[in-house]
């Protein structure tokens, strides 16, 4: 019996979208800060980017301006073993909480949790990053909560 081969989803979604970057709730899901994978894909656009046919293909999509769009960009293994363009786990973490109202309260807790009390994690960058976001106060104050 041959065996199917499911399509890589996330993979052909960056070969359609080259100029995307996968982010949020997807992102984090990636780099195992959540073990629940996302419903919908969710991705980063460039502000002044159009983004109606994502949005009609279920696809969560948010925009930044240009001086922040490529901060820690990074490549990461889709399940399927191809690269895609994404963002590292600080970068992650404050997209994360800079969307935190449109983000399920328990998937917020889980991923901030999993990243603070990891091992690998980096908070002069992040506290840099989330300078450049203008976030760094509610950013000590999770990581108050948390640590």
């Given amino acids: 019996m041959e065996e199917s081969v499911w399509p890589d989803d996330v993979y052909i979604m960056q070969f359609r979208y080259a100029e995307a970057i996968f982010s949020h709730e997807l992102a984090a899901y990636y780099h195992d800060l959540s073990d629940r994978e996302p ?20 696809i969560k999509v948010y925009k930044v301006k240009k001086e922040l769009f490529e901060l820690g960009l990074v490549e990461i293994k889709t399940n399927y073993g191809n690269l895609v363009r994404s963002y590292d786990k600080e970068r992650t973490i404050c997209d994360i909480v800079r969307s935190r109202s449109n983000i399920e309260v ?17 908070i ?4 840099r990053y989330a300078q450049s976001f203008s976030i760094a106060g509610i950013m000590k104050d999770y990581a108050a909560m948390i640590l």
């Fill in 124 to 127: 002069p960058k992040l506290m």
């Fill in 106 to 122: 328990q998937d917020l807790q889980t991923i901030l949790r999993t990243y603070f009390r990891s091992k690998d994690k980096d």
């Fill in 39 to 58: 419903l919908s894909m969710t991705l980063t656009l460039q502000a002044g980017k159009s983004s109606s046919r994502l949005n009609k293909e279920g």
